[in-house]
Nanobody, 121 residues
Framework: QVHLVESGGGLVQAGGSLRLSCAAS????????MGWYRQAPGKQRELVAT???????NYADSVKGRFTISRDNAKNAAYLQMNSLKPEDTAVYYC???????????????WGQGTQVTVSS
């Protein structure tokens, strides 16, 4: 059994900052890539940022230079530092983790429960 717990969402004014956290726990053998996605009302879920186990990162063009993804491998945790937030960043943010579960072959993908980020103008 694997659990993902997210935290750090909230309401912030445009130009402000928030830091999201995601921690995976349970029967984990090894964690591969970790990432953040978001879904605004009426829109499809979209990639925000990903980070590999080696630390390589990838960002959506809309957040480059403003958001930073990082991870702590010892804690099986990922973070998203969001600066210079804009109203269009308003969405539910989901953590996604690709990992190997103890006793199972092949990687499994897991999603967090989502955390609301609201940016007021």
């Amino acid at each position: 059994q694997v659990h993902l717990v997210e935290s750090g969402g909230g309401l912030v004014q445009a130009g402000g900052s928030l830091r999201l956290s995601c921690a995976a726990s349970g029967s984990i053998n090894r964690v591969n890539a970790m990432g953040w996605y978001r879904q605004a009302p009426g829109k499809q879920r979209e990639l925000v940022a990903t980070i590999t186990s080696g630390g390589s990162t990838n960002y959506a063009d809309s957040v480059k230079g403003r958001f930073t993804i990082s991870r702590d491998n010892a804690k099986n945790a990922a973070y998203l530092q969001m600066n210079s937030l804009k109203p269009e960043d308003t969405a539910v943010y989901y953590c996604n983790v690709d990992l190997f579960v103890l006793g199972k072959l092949g990687p499994q993908g897991y999603w967090g429960q989502g955390t609301q980020v609201t940016v007021s103008s």
